[in-house]
């Protein structure tokens, strides 16, 4: 297949090599990153021209709406736009109308797994779009990821994705919580993790992710709070949580506080590039 890759940062680049090493044709375009062992364009539409799937891995949804605007108009009818940034589900409904308006297909399918997964080609891609669509891009996510849930109609995925993100933002908090009470109360943190770990308080945050050094499995937090996932992307994903809960309805005090946590991590204590496990930092140091 032939592949064009939009967006080669932390993320895109190691998802464009996958497709590389399994064998595919793939030409990039980043005005910033030029990573040397991938084929690049001098444009995005240059890069789409002759492909069969055009891939986008970028920032925000302003950044996907602009680069749509200018690879639709030069992709080939029938071939596919495969967005896998993390955007407002608005953005992503707006992106696949305009797609499919001028005879292509689009799939929306944010990813679970971090720069690890990108990597090792074991993401999770929860993806909205057509049956027809999202079949083509099938044989890629099994390329680049483990596991890929088609979740329904376009934007589809991008609501899984803040979803669970809002999901893991408030139980990261609530298990930091957890750790900074069991320090006052005495309780060793091996055994705050052995009982919590086997217990009903058991999460990905504690189990997996543990935010205090030196239990539980090798995480961030062993490692000086080295991302991992940055607390600048927590709070993006919060925040794209929390307007769509505003302009859906929704009712979600959690995710709300969560996202004020995060905002005073990131802005005023100037932690954006540490782990977002580090907010037991925060929560144990205020004596
Ligand atoms: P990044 O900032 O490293 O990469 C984004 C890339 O997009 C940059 O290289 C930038 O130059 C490029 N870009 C910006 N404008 C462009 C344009 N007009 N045309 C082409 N390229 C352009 O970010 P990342 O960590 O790779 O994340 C990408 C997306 O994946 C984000 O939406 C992020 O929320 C999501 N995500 C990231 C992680 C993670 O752990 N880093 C995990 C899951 C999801």
Same mark, same amino acid.
């Given at each position: ?42 444009? =995005?539409?240059? @890069? ?5 799937? !055009? ?5 925000? &949804?302003? *950044?996907?709406? +602009? ?28 992106? =696949?109308?305009? @797609? ?5 297909? !689009? ?5 679970? &797994?971090? *720069?690890?997964? +990108? ?28 596991? =890929? ?17 809002? *999901?893991?933002? +408030? ?117």
């Amino acid at each position: 297949m032939t592949i064009a890759f939009i967006g080669l940062g932390n993320m895109g680049a190691p998802m464009a090599r996958c497709l590389i090493a399994a064998g595919h044709s793939v030409m990039g375009y980043d005005p910033v990153a030029t990573p040397d062992d991938i084929p690049l364009a001098s444009s =995005a539409a240059e @890069a789409v021209a002759q492909a069969d799937v !055009a891939i986008t891995m970028l920032p925000n &949804g302003d *950044i996907l709406r +602009a680069v749509a605007a200018e690879i639709h108009a030069a992709m080939r009818q029938g071939s596919l736009h495969l967005d896998c940034s993390t955007i407002d589900v608005d953005s992503a409904r707006a992106v =696949a109308t305009a @797609a499919q308006t001028l005879g292509l297909h !689009a799939v929306d399918a944010p990813v679970s &797994g971090g *720069i690890g997964g +990108a990597t090792n080609g074991t993401l999770t891609f929860m993806a909205g779009g057509r049956d027809t669509a999202f079949a083509m891009a099938k044989p890629l996510f099994e390329i680049m990821g483990q596991k =890929a849930v088609h979740c329904g109609e376009a934007g589809a995925g991008q609501a899984a994705k803040i979803c669970n993100n809002m *999901i893991l933002g +408030a139980t990261m908090i609530a298990t930091c919580e957890a750790f900074a009470l069991a320090d006052k109360l005495g309780l060793d943190r091996q055994s705050m993790f052995d009982v919590v770990s086997t217990s009903s308080g058991q999460s990905w945050s504690m189990n997996t992710y543990c935010p205090a050094p030196g239990v539980g499995p090798e995480s961030p937090a062993d490692n000086s709070y080295i991302p991992g996932f940055s607390a600048t992307l927590m709070l993006k994903d919060l925040r794209l949580a929390q307007h769509a809960a505003q302009t859906s309805g929704a009712t979600t005090p959690l995710g709300d506080r969560a996202t004020d946590l995060y905002a005073d991590m990131v802005e005023l204590s100037g932690m954006g590039g540490m782990d977002f496990s580090a907010m037991l930092t925060l929560l144990t140091d205020k004596d």
